[in-house]
Nanobody
Framework: HVQLVESGGGSVQAGGSLTLSCAVS????????LGWFRQAPGKEREGVAY???????DYTYAVAGRFTISKDNAKNTLYLEMNSLKPEDTAMYYC?????????WGQGTQVTVS
């Protein structure tokens, strides 16, 4: 099993920046692909950014060019750097990990942009 704990959420004004962290622990000897997801009130959860096993990244169109996903292997921590934040980025953000599908999920961290 893998445990994921997000942190770094908060309230920020439009145009500001936040960096989310996701501490990964447990069976980290296996290789997982990682991702960030978000869910706004009344909306479905959506994928935001993905980090492939080979290090490749992908982003949903709405955040491309503003968000950056990265991982510090020494710290077993996944990051989501968010710049030029917009009110529509307001949501609960979750990190997730998996081998074939996203199996493991964190509890989420709230991001509010006003």
């Amino acid at each position: 099993h893998v445990q994921l704990v997000e942190s770094g959420g908060g309230s920020v004004q439009a145009g500001g920046s936040l960096t989310l962290s996701c501490a990964v622990s447990g069976n980290t000897g296996s290789t997982y692909f990682l991702g960030w997801f978000r869910q706004a009130p009344g909306k479905e959860r959506e994928g935001v950014a993905y980090l492939a096993i080979n290090g490749g990244t992908d982003y949903t169109y709405a955040v491309a060019g503003r968000f950056t996903i990265s991982k510090d292997n020494a710290k077993n921590t996944l990051y989501l750097e968010m710049n030029s934040l917009k009110p529509e980025d307001t949501a609960m953000y979750y990190c997730a990990a998996g081998v074939v599908v996203f199996t493991y999920w964190g509890q989420g961290t709230q991001v509010t942009v006003s």
